[in-house]
T-cell receptor, first 115, second 116 residues
Framework: GAGVSQTPSNKVTEKGKYVELRCDPI?????LYWYRQSLGQGPEFLIY????????DSGLPNDRFFAVRPEGSVSTLKIQRTERGDSAVYLC?????????????FGEGSRLTVL | GDSVTQMEGPVTLSEEAFLTINCTYT??????LFWYVQYPGEGLQLLLK?????DKGSNKGFEATYRKETTSFHLEKGSVQVSDSAVYFC???????????????FGKGTLLTVNP
């Protein structure tokens, strides 16, 4: 499809396990963002990539969270030693980067449940 | 830090009613302001935006005016339709991010239900 694609759409895991969430941005978008949305809250910024590099990771809550974008397209958000508090919808967004007009294009999100 | 406060929901209206969803913000400097909408089963999408004071953003019959003096960006529509049922998020971009980084700060969202 032409939109931002996120997989899996749902992930249930046990406390302490490792999880990877994948984002496939819109073709040609150089900027990629990860956000986290907890129940009843708005999305909260996690990390921003411009190309392959993480230009701003100030929103990552701790060192259990890590994200990569090795070829400047697909990105993976990695969560180690998951905790129940990590349960949320993880949203990925992309945009044109330097030609950005302020519009981010969001995927439908990956819902993570940590039991 | 930057923050966005928006009207708590849920909001339930009849078709053709007038809609206002209030949004106020706190920010250092002069942010850009946005309304995003999430329809059922879909990702967030930009509804409208304004980048400086007194700008009016508009789209699909919705309007919002950037009011610096009251630090507000209220969303309005004169006549809502059933198809407008969705969650609406007010957001601002951090002007200190610079360049192409549109790091957004969102409000909690307001669920709007429009009945026929």
């Amino acid at each position: 499809g032409a939109g931002v694609s996120q997989t899996p759409s749902n992930k249930v895991t046990e406390k302490g396990k490792y999880v990877e969430l994948r984002c496939d941005p819109i073709s040609g978008h150089t900027a990629l963002y990860w956000y986290r949305q907890s129940l009843g809250q708005g999305p909260e910024f996690l990390i921003y990539f411009q190309g392959t590099g993480a230009a701003d990771d100030s929103g990552l809550p701790n060192d259990r969270f890590f994200a990569v974008r090795p070829e400047g397209s697909v990105s993976t958000l990695k969560i180690q030693r998951t905790e129940r508090g990590d349960s949320a919808v993880y949203l990925c967004a992309s945009s044109f980067g330097l030609r950005n007009t302020g519009e981010l294009f969001f995927g439908e999100g990956s819902r993570l449940t940590v039991l | 830090g930057d923050s966005v406060t928006q009207m708590e929901g849920p909001v339930t209206l009849s078709e053709e009613a007038f809609l206002t969803i209030n949004c106020t913000y706190t920010a250092t400097g002069y942010p850009s302001l946005f309304w995003y909408v999430q329809y059922p089963g879909e990702g967030l999408q930009l509804l409208l935006k304004a980048t400086k004071a007194d700008d009016k953003g508009s789209n699909k019959g919705f309007e919002a005016t950037y009011r610096k003096e009251t630090t507000s960006f209220h969303l309005e529509k004169g006549s809502v339709q059933v198809s407008d049922s969705a969650v609406y998020f007010c957001a601002l971009s951090d002007p200190r991010s610079g360049g192409s980084n549109y790091k957004l700060t969102f409000g909690k969202g307001t669920l709007l239900t429009v009945n026929p």
